[in-house]
């Protein structure tokens, strides 16, 4: 089984992005499951019904989310719609949270389960993720490939979760911090994992936003307001993971970048 998942879609160029590249990639690399984070979807911030459709026809069968999915309340209208195939972290506490953390999906007649847990370092306090999992995974199908899209802004805290959960999850994969890290490897020969699978948006600008207002924050130390770069060249951030469909365990991850200087991808 091959997963395909690509990084944060950030704002309509992202979109633009991934309804340009996902198809050739998909046509090329022939995943059994597509998974993308478009939780910057909307302006940089949130998705709403339209963003997560077109995500949808680009090619993605999940959509998952981060701390950025509830920043447009029209994600209310549709989060919970069970024919829609979006996640939001599944640590957020109490029993009427809007949408769900887990999706289970059927591929090659095998139990799929894609998992989006958001981490507590230098971000939001949620739940304890690794508490979170130990609660979850008794709860799921022993004989299952399990996902994981893990959001969190620190990279020690990615790599703890990844080493947590080898031999108990296929794979764990990082978003939020939008730089895809070089990192890619198969812990214990069991699981995947990849640091940060990086962005989906503008190569020009700094994490898919205008160079400007982030620049002056750091001069001024003052809040600025952000901007997505919409007139930036082209980047998207992937990697594509090989499950042993008997087994669960992640046979190999590799990542990839297409943008400007890096065409690899669509000649090797």
């Known amino acids: 089984m091959k997963i395909l998942f690509v990084g944060d879609v950030v704002g309509n160029i992202g979109l633009k992005t991934i309804e340009a590249y996902l198809p050739k990639i998909k046509q090329k690399i022939k995943p059994q499951l597509t998974i993308v984070n478009g939780e910057n979807a909307n302006?940089?911030?949130?998705?709403?019904?339209?963003?997560?459709?077109?995500?949808?026809?680009?090619?993605?069968?999940?959509?998952?989310?981060?701390?950025?999915?509830?920043?447009?309340?029209?994600?209310?209208?549709?989060?919970?719609?069970?024919?829609?195939n979006i996640l939001?972290?599944?640590?957020?506490?109490?029993?009427?949270?809007?949408?769900?953390?887990?999706?289970?999906?059927?591929?090659?007649?095998?139990?799929?389960?894609?998992?989006?847990?958001?981490?507590?370092?230098l971000m939001q306090p949620l739940d304890n993720p690794f508490l979170a999992f130990d609660k979850l995974l008794p709860t799921l199908d022993k004989d299952a490939v399990k996902f994981v899209d893990f959001h969190a802004e620190t990279t020690s805290e990615k790599i703890?979760?990844?080493?947590?959960?080898?031999?108990?999850?296929?794979?764990?994969?990082?978003?939020?911090?939008?730089?895809?890290?070089?990192?890619?490897?198969?812990f214990d020969k069991k699981t995947a994992y990849l640091t940060d699978v990086g962005m989906t948006g503008s190569y020009d600008g700094i994490l898919g936003v205008k160079d400007e207002p982030i620049i002056t924050r750091f001069l001024t130390q003052r809040p600025?307001?952000?901007?997505?770069?919409?007139?930036?060249?082209?980047q998207i951030g992937f990697c594509v993971i090989d499950i042993n469909d008997q087994t669960n365990y992640a046979r190999s991850i590799k990542n990839y970048v297409i943008n400007p200087d890096n065409q690899k991808f669509l000649t090797f």
Do not use: C
């Open 224 to 234: 600025t307001k952000f901007d997505v770069d919409e007139d930036g060249r082209m």
């Open 88 to 121: 939001r972290p599944y640590n957020f506490s109490g029993e009427d949270v809007p949408g769900r953390g887990i999706i289970e999906k059927k591929v090659n007649q095998k139990k799929v389960y894609i998992i989006n847990m958001q981490g507590t370092a």
């Open 43 to 84: 302006g940089g911030k949130g998705i709403k019904v339209d963003d997560y459709q077109r995500i949808q026809v680009a090619g993605a069968d999940v959509v998952s989310g981060g701390n950025h999915i509830w920043d447009k309340r029209e994600v209310l209208d549709f989060i919970d719609d069970p024919k829609k």
């Open 160 to 186: 703890a979760v990844a080493k947590y959960l080898t031999g108990r999850v296929s794979a764990v994969v990082g978003t939020h911090t939008h730089v895809q890290t070089n990192d890619a490897r198969v």
